[in-house]
């Protein structure tokens, strides 16, 4: 993390805004300090992604600030806060308070803007600014859960061909087939032997089928970067006898014109 700093004397408070690695959706964003002692006044700004993070408020502020003003937003890709006492504050619990985003899934900074003076600054009662660091965060979060919108369907083959079944999903990271041979009571992770390939895939291949498959039940666990899995509907192989071969013989014939059978 990217460490900003602003100077004056011997005291220092460390301000660190957390890494946050979490599924999409709701995420809190704790933001913690250290060396907070006979503190008057503090102003912070908090830049972020807004491409990739939504604002949606703060929780849990240190209660030890609430005896001053304060004012706490987030627009445009910067979250401020302002808070100002009559009487210097020391605090005792680390955690300043929590920021509350939403996000559909990806990274972005969380880096703190100590470029323009004023926007990151603590001072004493008598206006003397007290020395700072700022130490930046992260957000990782890898996408949303697994979804399934293409089935495995039903199967009829005949007997010594190959067949295959195929799964359709969105943010999938892995795939494990499975075969049920009692009617779904039991279902067993299927590996690439027996002819069986792309267990781990979105599509699972049988070179050659036999007879005693059939009325076997396949289906696929799909996972994401995100709990929970999905399970995809099962597919039912029916596997079928080689139809039987039918010959038929023309017989040479040999007669006067007319009428002849053959």
């Given at each position: 993390a990217i460490i900003g700093f602003s100077t004056s004397y011997s005291q220092q408070i460390t301000v660190t805004a957390e890494d946050v690695n979490s599924c999409a959706g709701d995420i809190v964003v704790p933001v913690e300090v250290t060396?907070?002692?006979?503190?008057?006044?503090?102003?912070?700004?908090?830049?972020?992604?807004?491409?990739?993070?939504?604002?949606?408020?703060?929780?849990?502020?240190?209660?030890?600030?609430?005896?001053?003003?304060?004012?706490?937003?987030?627009?445009?890709?910067?979250?401020?806060?302002?808070?100002?006492?009559?009487?210097?504050?020391?605090?005792?619990?680390?955690?300043?308070?929590?920021?509350?985003?939403?996000?559909?899934?990806?990274?972005?900074?969380?880096?703190?803007?100590?470029?323009?003076?004023?926007?990151?600054?603590?001072?004493?009662?008598?206006?003397?600014?007290?020395?700072?660091?700022?130490?930046?965060?992260?957000?990782?979060?890898?996408?949303?859960?697994?979804?399934?919108?293409?089935?495995?369907?039903?199967?009829?083959?005949?007997?010594?061909?190959?067949?295959?079944?195929?799964?359709?999903?969105?943010?999938?990271?892995?795939?494990?087939?499975?075969?049920?041979?009692d009617g779904g009571n039991t279902w067993v992770d299927l590996t690439n032997t027996d002819g069986f390939s792309g267990t781990d895939y979105y599509r699972l291949t049988q070179s050659a089928s036999t007879l005693d498959m059939s009325g076997d039940q396949f289906r696929c666990i799909v996972e994401g970067n995100c709990p929970p899995p999905d399970t995809t509907e099962h597919a039912v192989l029916s596997v079928i006898p080689v139809p039987p071969t039918i010959e038929l013989t023309a017989h040479d014939v040999s007669t006067c014109a007319g009428e002849l059978s053959v």
């Open positions: 060396g907070f002692t006979d503190v008057a006044a503090m102003s912070l700004v908090l830049e972020y992604d807004t491409t990739e993070l939504v604002y949606t408020g703060y929780q849990n502020l240190n209660s030890q600030l609430e005896s001053g003003f304060y004012s706490i937003n987030g627009e445009d890709g910067r979250f401020v806060i302002s808070w100002i006492s009559t009487s210097a504050v020391t605090l005792t619990d680390s955690a300043l308070l929590e920021i509350q985003f939403e996000t559909y899934g990806g990274n972005s900074t969380l880096e703190w803007d100590t470029e323009i003076s004023g926007n990151c600054e603590f001072s004493d009662v008598n206006g003397e600014t007290i020395e700072a660091q700022y130490v930046n965060g992260d957000v990782n979060a890898p996408g949303p859960v697994v979804s399934i919108y293409g089935q495995p369907q039903d199967l009829e083959v005949i007997v010594g061909n190959g067949f295959q079944f195929e799964v359709s999903a969105s943010y999938a990271a892995m795939y494990q087939w499975q075969r049920s041979t």
